[in-house]
């Protein structure tokens, strides 16, 4: 047995230990993959729900970088369109959040950023990133949403292993966010349908 496999099945159990967490809101696919973690049974308005490792190779260690991502159902037009978190401002106390769209209707990122819960949210959390992509050939939206919890570091040289599992407060926000993404979105339909 190599080194590698040895990172890899720690991180594995990371993984593993994070979506635990989430127990209280939803149950998880027993016959997870090595870097994924399939979600069942939530009401949170969201398909395909994923929580996955992203593997950074290094020559001296490995970084297993979390992330959330589903897919929500929904007919936004022809055109593809991508919406992304942007924070502005590197002090706390003037840091401030919100979407831009890099191409397709503003509508939508516009519904985003009037939200009294998700914008606030974004900047509770300090997310890593958030990201939805439309595709008009399957109509639907990937939600790729980045947390600041679940990575794990493995580092040679200095030796570090690091891994942070999420607060209960950071599992009640993330649940709320996914659904408050999925609900936005869900609206959102009918305003492009209509323009």
Known sequence: MDLYSIIDRR??????DTVSRFAPYMAHDVADSERA?????????????????RLSSKV?????????????AV?????????????????????????????????V????NASAVVLPLCMAMELGGL??????????????????????????IPPVKYGRQPTPAEVDSTVLLIQQISLLLHASRCEALAS
């Open 11 to 16: 991180a594995q159990q990371v993984l593993r």
């Open 37 to 53: 973690v399939s979600v069942l049974d939530h009401r949170l308005g969201a398909d395909d729900l994923v929580l996955e490792h």
């Open 60 to 72: 001296i260690g490995r970084i297993y970088t979390c992330r959330w991502r589903w897919k929500v």
């Open 75 to 107: 007919d936004l037009g022809a055109t593809a369109m991508m919406i992304r978190l942007r924070y502005r401002g590197w002090k706390p106390s003037i840091r401030t959040a919100s979407f831009v769209v890099d191409r397709g209707r503003q509508a």
């Open 109 to 112: 990122c516009d519904r985003l």
């Open 131 to 156: 990201s939805i992509h439309y595709h008009p050939a399957d109509k639907t939206c990937e939600v790729v949403l980045s947390p600041n919890y679940g990575d794990f570091v493995w580092m040679l």
